[in-house]
């Protein structure tokens, strides 16, 4: 169609005292429609014109209702024909169905519609906020990605569809309004002089899930980046200090792209709004980026290193999709990864250069590359690129895989092209496809060409196939060389191989030595099954580590002889932080898959006792966590508090209650860490100190420093009393700010009382709690056995609720997840299984799946493994 005029779309917001009415006026120029995407049988293809005779017109539409509409041929004058309307909800679409032939030619389309502004957090919907006075109040915000723009207007919704649009906002004059564009004109409503009709340039060229709008009440900061471009970050009003942050890294973070990828940012404005209400972290829409309050607000007084470096990524990961997703976009979902998984590797590469104090790529290996590698394990994970129809399963690959793996993927990609040829490839790929669509071929093709490596043949493996390689090393010396014999195989959670096909990838590999720890000694590609590899100049009592700062997409196994020979240097850290990291995660990983021994691990992570890098503890911590939860099942528990009390004391101890001046963001990090862990242990010291600090704190005579609130607050509610409960209770209804609600509420469930764990899901359900914050608040209870028999229970009681709520979206899927993986026994999966079957939930079908496929495995390491670990802790 040539033009696509959607008007009359009219949405009332009530607030307590006020009403809010915004009116929409949304003009849409289609162009460009790929072939590729009549293939698929959906839009058939039009370049401003109807290419052949036609009597109906299909849109994606949803929970909207037509008045009316008509198309008028551009050679017909005034006259214009009628359409017939027909629903058809199972595929959120709707057909206008004309009496008489539309004939090939340029014409245009006039949709009169009323749609809802819906409490679901997607299309247009309604956000609850609280005004300085305490008043509540709404503001009208927008969320298209991935179906939802059909929730607002007729469309065709889907990614290479694209068109410009010219919005126009109908909106009360005390409001702000944006939109994608800067403001082309703001007018008095000739009608009504309380209202303004405001109306914003046309967009460039682009995909509907990137058009968005929001109307309320803000404050604002801004500044104009090295190249001009206006930046402003939008906050709560009376607020605006805490958007300052934001700022400063977005005006730092849009010059550093446009040298990276060597184009320009193509819009002449970006804002940034914190949104109350909002299901996903942030969304990227072009020129407008929506956040979380928690993803873009800093209070220089009371936020914690944490979540200032959490901000910074965000930042970076969304205005790294003005290029790569918005400039450039993927065909259809199937591709989804091509924005996620590349945006969530660059946001990295963007604060290593803003914030080099976040050694940031270490935390990459714990927080993105283990993070993948735990999940395509499964035998329920899926492959990179995946087949995608209903909106439900497009829905569902918004997960670790999408992003996570496909940021670990990239990260190898660029160690294995160079730097230089992956910037000379990025830029030759977003300007060949700028503005259109593009596959995944297509980058592989660009990167291939700039490199003259065999991108596309090695990237296929990583990307068309589920899963990833465990790579098992044996060696021998021969004189000064060292020989290594590399084996793959798939690597597997259960340890046993699938029957259906055989797996094999080419891997870039990288080996370094004792002699020089930090730069490979060998690079080579493991295309085969077997291979032989001479690392050379190499003494008999060296190390030699294959996958050099865990850049690798793979799991490594060494011979237990081999592995004896890291130990002093994780003793004594000449084993870099990376490779010190990668090391005992692989080791976690292969004795819950039965392939070693989960006792053996343990005596190897004795040499960690002097670590002092906060992402190694924090990946030591998070699989330690994983066996504890295991052993609350046995009577070795308290054994296994004993082991990590004598672990993490030397560390917190020589870190101290309190900062110390110029100490760096990590070390900040790090405490949190120790002393949260040493909390939930039981330790006396560190139980006292908490209940100190805390009781002074509540009082007002020694309020906490923001960065050891976390581990005060959790220390105290596992070890806490109803008094205490109450207390945390009161602070959280104090707060004014959205990361200390967020903080306060994620802990209480910690608290062991059965009886207060039930008041904290019943209120997770409450008005007091954000719908997007829920989940996480019902995950809180899960620390115990008997918190996750209550948590599951709930969940089965109030899933009616819950599912109406969250269904069709992502927080759903991890609701499932914290309700249910951490069981331990088949009658368990079972019991799952059976709820499901007759509760379905398509967007976290899989999810349902692989949260089975986790109690399975756990079940089956309990049967192995947790006999012998308490005895191996109780003879320490």
Not at 348 to 353: A, F, G, I, N, R
Not at 439 to 461: I, N, Q, R, Y
Not at 568 to 575: E, Y
Not at 816 to 838: D, G, I, L, Q
Request: charge should be negative.
């Amino acid at each position: 169609m040539p033009r696509v005029s959607v008007a009359g779309a009219r949405a009332t917001l009530q607030g307590i005292v006020q009403s809010l009415r915004t009116k929409i006026v949304i003009s849409a120029e289609k162009r460009d429609i790929s072939q590729k995407c009549v293939k698929r049988n959906r839009i058939p293809p039009a370049q401003n014109q109807i290419l052949s005779s036609t009597t109906n017109i299909t849109l994606n539409s949803e929970e909207i209702e037509i008045q009316s509409a008509c198309f008028k041929a551009a050679d017909a004058g005034d006259q214009s024909i009628n359409a017939e309307v027909k629903y058809e909800p199972e595929n959120a679409t709707v057909v206008l169905s004309f009496p008489s032939s539309l004939q090939p030619g340029n014409g245009q389309l006039s949709i009169d519609f009323t749609g809802q502004l819906n409490d679901k957090m997607k299309g247009f919907y309604r956000s609850k906020y609280l005004s300085p006075s305490g008043e509540e109040m709404y503001a009208a915000v927008t969320q298209f990605e991935a179906t939802d723009a059909r929730r607002a207007f007729p469309c065709w919704d889907e990614p290479a569809v694209k068109a410009t649009f010219d919005v126009t906002l109908v909106v009360p004059k005390n409001r702000v309004a944006l939109s994608n564009m800067p403001v082309k004109s703001e007018n008095d409503l000739p009608e009504d002089s309380a209202w303004k009709v405001v109306t914003y340039e046309r967009t460039p060229i682009m995909s509907t899930y990137l058009l968005a709008f929001v109307v309320g009440e803000y404050d604002y900061v801004e500044a104009k980046d090295a190249d001009g471009v206006m930046v402003r970050v939008y906050t709560p009003v009376g607020k605006k200090e805490q958007g300052q942050f934001a700022l400063e890294v977005a005006v730092k973070t849009l010059p550093f792209y446009k040298d990276y990828f060597k184009i320009a940012y193509p819009l002449p404005k970006i804002d940034l709004i914190a949104i109350a209400d909002f299901a996903a972290g942030a969304m990227e829409n072009w020129g407008l980026v929506t956040y979380r309050e928690t993803a873009l607000l800093i209070d220089p007084k009371n936020s914690s290193s944490k979540t200032k470096q959490w901000v910074a990524l965000v930042v970076g990961h969304e205005l790294a999709h003005q290029w790569f997703g918005n400039l450039v976009t993927m065909e259809w979902w199937t591709h989804l990864w091509l924005n996620e998984g590349f945006a969530s590797w660059i946001e990295y590469l963007c604060v290593d250069h803003c914030f080099p104090e976040f050694d940031i790529w270490t935390q990459f290996v714990n927080s993105d590359l283990g993070r993948a590698l735990e999940m395509d394990a499964l035998h329920n994970s899926h492959a990179i690129e995946i087949p995608v129809g209903h909106p439900d399963e497009v829905d569902e690959i918004f997960d670790a895989i999408s992003y996570s793996k496909g940021a670990s993927v990239i990260r190898m990609l660029h160690d294995y092209v160079g730097d230089e040829s992956f910037r000379k490839g990025m830029n030759q790929y977003l300007t060949k496809f700028k503005y259109k669509n593009a596959v995944t071929e297509d980058l592989w093709e660009s990167l291939g060409t700039a490199s003259g490596k065999p991108v596309l043949d090695v990237m296929t493996t990583w990307t068309k196939q589920m899963g990833y390689p465990v790579v098992k090393v044996t060696e021998r010396q021969d004189g000064s060389n060292r020989i290594l014999t590399l084996t793959q195989e798939k690597f597997c959670a259960n340890g046993i191989q699938p029957k259906d096909g055989s797996y094999t990838w080419m891997v870039p590999v990288s080996i370094s030595a004792a002699s020089n720890p930090k730069k490979p000694a060998v690079i080579t590609l493991l295309d085969k099954p077997t291979q032989e590899v001479t690392v050379p100049n190499v003494k008999p009592d060296e190390w030699v580590k294959v996958n050099c700062e865990s850049v690798g997409v793979y799991r490594v196994q060494y011979t237990s002889e081999t592995l004896d020979r890291f130990i002093p240097a994780i003793k004594d850290k000449t084993l870099p932080p990376r490779d010190r990291l990668g090391l005992q995660s692989d080791l976690f990983a292969l004795a819950r898959a039965g392939m070693i021994s989960t006792v053996d691990v343990l005596k190897v992570v004795g040499a960690f006792i002097n670590e002092d890098n906060y992402t190694v503890w924090s990946d030591l911590s998070s699989n330690l966590g994983q066996i504890s939860i295991l052993l609350q099942n046995t009577d070795g528990y308290n054994d296994f508090k004993a082991f990590n009390k004598r672990l993490f004391k030397p560390v917190a101890q020589s870190l101290g209650w309190d900062s110390k001046e110029g100490e760096g963001p990590l070390a900040a990090m790090l405490r949190d860490l120790a002393l949260t862990r040493l909390g939930k242990c039981g330790d006396e010291d560190t139980i006292s100190e908490a209940k100190k600090r805390f009781d002074a704190h509540v009082s007002g005579e020694s309020p906490l420093p923001a960065d050891l609130k976390g581990p005060v607050y959790v220390t105290v509610m596992v070890n806490g009393d109803e008094d205490a409960f109450n207390k945390i209770m009161k602070l959280y209804d104090e707060a004014d700010m959205q990361e200390e609600k967020v903080r306060i509420s994620r802990c209480m469930g910690s608290i062991q009382s059965d009886d207060l764990k039930k008041k904290v899901l019943d209120f997770a359900m409450s008005d007091k709690v954000r719908s997007q914050d829920t989940v996480f608040v019902v995950g809180g209870v899960t620390g115990t056995v008997q918190g996750r028999e209550l948590c599951w229970q709930f969940l089965q009681d109030r899933w009616t609720d819950l599912h109406d709520r969250y269904k069709g979206g992502f927080l759903l899927s991890r609701l499932v997840e914290v309700s249910t993986e951490n069981f331990v026994t088949e009658a368990r999966a079972k019991e799952v299984e059976k709820f499901f079957e007759s509760h379905p939930a398509p967007a976290a079908e899989r999810k349902i799946q692989q949260s089975v496929e986790n109690i399975l495995l756990n079940a089956k390491w309990m049967e192995r493994e947790s006999a012998k670990v308490v005895e191996f802790l109780r003879s320490q």
